[in-house]
C-alpha cells in the first residue's frame, strides 16, 4: 500500500489506459477522483476503485472548458480537502495530412491535447503549493518526441502532446522547491482494445516500427505511474518517460 491516504484525480479516467491506472491506484491505497466526458465509463471506473475499498468521485465534464473545469475540480477539492496525485491522460489523435488539415481539425486537437492539460493542472496547483506537497504525472506520446511514424498525418497530436512535454518540463522547473513533482510519460502503442481490429499487415508494420516488437502493456504503464506517485520518487522531476520499446532510440 504505497498510496495508502493518497487522493488521486485522474482525467481520462472513463479511457483504456485511464481506467487500468485508477485501479491500479486504488490497489495501492488511493482514493480517485475520474474526470472525464464519458459519464458512463466513469461509473464503471469508479465502481472498481470502491471495490479495492477506497473513495471514488466522479465528474463529467469537457476538460477543454475552462470553467467548466474549475467547477469540477473545485468539486473534488470541496469534498476530498485536496489532491496529491494528478493523471493528466484524457486525450487521443485524429489522423490527417498536414496539406489538407482544416483549422478546426488543428485547433481541436491543440485543445484535446494540451489546453486540457492546461485547464485541469491551474485548477489543481494552487492547492498542491497550499500543502506543499503534490505529484503531476502527464501522459503525452512518442509522437512528441519521435514524430509520428507509427501514425503518418499525427502532426497536430505530435504537436499538441510535444506542447505537453515543454509544459511537464517548465512547471517541473517553476514548482521543484514547493514538493510538487512534475513528469511525463511518453507511451508508444499501447495493447488496448483500439489496437483489437488491427489487420495482421496493420500489425506487423506497427511492430516493425517497434525494437522489441511489443506493444505497451496497459498495466506496465500503470506501474510506472504508480512509481512516479510513490514516495522513492520524490526527487524525480522534469522526466520524460518513453514507454515505446525502443521506438524512440
Ligand atoms: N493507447 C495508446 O496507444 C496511446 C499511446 C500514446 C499516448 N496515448 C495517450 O494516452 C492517453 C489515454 O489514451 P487511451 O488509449 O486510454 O485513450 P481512450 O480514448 O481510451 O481514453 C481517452 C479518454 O479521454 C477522454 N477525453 C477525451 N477528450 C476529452 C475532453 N475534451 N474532456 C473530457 N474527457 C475527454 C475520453 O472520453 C476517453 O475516456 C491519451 O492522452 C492518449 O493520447 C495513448
Redesign the pocket.
Known amino acids: 500500500m504505497r498510496l495508502e491516504g493518497k487522493r488521486a484525480l485522474i482525467?481520462?479516467?472513463?479511457?483504456?489506459?485511464?481506467?487500468v491506472i485508477a485501479e491500479a491506484l486504488a490497489a495501492e491505497g488511493a482514493d480517485v477522483a475520474g474526470?472525464?466526458?464519458?459519464a458512463e465509463?466513469l461509473e464503471r471506473t469508479a465502481a472498481t476503485v470502491r471495490a479495492h475499498g477506497r473513495r471514488a468521485y466522479s465528474a463529467s465534464?469537457?476538460?477543454?472548458d475552462f470553467d467548466a473545469v474549475q467547477a469540477a475540480v473545485g468539486g473534488v477539492l470541496d469534498d476530498w480537502g485536496g489532491i496529491d496525485i494528478l493523471l493528466n491522460?484524457?486525450?487521443?489523435?485524429a489522423v490527417s495530412f498536414f496539406h489538407e488539415m482544416s483549422y478546426e481539425t488543428w485547433s481541436t486537437q491543440i485543445?484535446?491535447?494540451l489546453n486540457?492539460v492546461f485547464n485541469v493542472t491551474r485548477a489543481v496547483l494552487p492547492s498542491m503549493l497550499d500543502q506543499e506537497s503534490g505529484r503531476i504525472i502527464n501522459?503525452?506520446?512518442?509522437?512528441a518526441i519521435a514524430g509520428g511514424r507509427l501514425v503518418r498525418g499525427a502532426t497536430a497530436?505530435a504537436a499538441a502532446?510535444a506542447g505537453v512535454v515543454g509544459l511537464t518540463k517548465a512547471l517541473a522547473i517553476e514548482v521543484a522547491d514547493r514538493g510538487i513533482t512534475v513528469n511525463c510519460l511518453?507511451?508508444?502503442?499501447?495493447g488496448?482494445?483500439?489496437?483489437d481490429n488491427d489487420t495482421p499487415e496493420r500489425r506487423e508494420a506497427l511492430l516493425a516500427q517497434i525494437p522489441t516488437r511489443k506493444?505497451?502493456e496497459p498495466q506496465h504503464l500503470a506501474q510506472t505511474v504508480v512509481f512516479l506517485a510513490a514516495p522513492e520518487s520524490e526527487n524525480i522531476t522534469g522526466v520524460i518517460l518513453p514507454l515505446d520499446g525502443g521506438h524512440s532510440i
Open positions: 482525467t481520462g479516467a472513463a479511457g483504456a489506459l485511464g481506467s474526470l472525464d466526458l464519458n465509463g465534464a469537457d476538460l477543454t491522460g484524457a486525450g487521443g489523435g485543445d484535446r491535447n486540457s501522459i503525452a506520446s512518442v509522437a497530436y502532446k511518453a507511451p508508444g502503442a499501447q488496448t482494445g483500439a489496437r506493444l505497451g
